[in-house]
């Protein structure tokens, strides 16, 4: 199971990239398998502002559709629009090409609650 060290995970199956002030989103290998194949992906309309934990995106696959929530609060600034031409990169690349949205940090002690690699490894392990 690949699960980057250098990201932060929600308890949701969301990863966070921090660069700064912004954060890019996306779902885990994890959640991409339990999905399987992703056929869409409704995107967040740039400058929505989300508190943590919110619904922010939806994930459509050929199981379900899940929600995809905001690991930390703030505004929309960026979305992936390569996934309306092809969502299975949330698949094929789930922590690179298959992000999702990016999200300008407005509480940034929020990262604290997010669980590190090793922990949210423990969570889907157990």
């Known amino acids: 199971m690949n699960t980057p060290e250098d990201l932060k995970?929600?308890?949701s199956h969301e990863w966070l990239?921090?660069?700064g002030n912004v954060g890019t989103v996306g779902i885990t290998?994890?959640?991409q398998n339990e999905l399987s194949d992703v056929v869409y992906v409704e995107l967040p309309k740039i400058g929505a502002t989300f508190s943590a934990k919110a619904?922010?995106?939806v994930v459509e696959s050929v199981k379900a559709?899940?929600?995809?929530?905001?690991?930390?609060?703030g505004e929309i600034i960026g979305v992936n629009e390569?996934?309306?031409a092809d969502p299975a990169l949330?698949?094929?690349?789930p922590f690179s090409g298959g992000w999702i949205f990016k999200i300008k940090l407005a509480n940034p002690e929020e990262i604290s609650v997010l669980k590190s690699a090793g922990?949210?490894?423990?969570?889907i392990s157990g």
């Open 9 to 11: 995970y929600a308890e």
């Open 17 to 19: 990239k921090i660069e």
């Open 29 to 31: 290998d994890h959640a």
């Open 55 to 57: 619904p922010v995106a």
């Open 65 to 73: 559709a899940s929600d995809i929530y905001a690991p930390v609060s």
């Open 82 to 84: 390569a996934l309306a």
């Open 90 to 93: 949330v698949n094929t690349q």
């Open 119 to 123: 922990d949210y490894q423990a969570q």
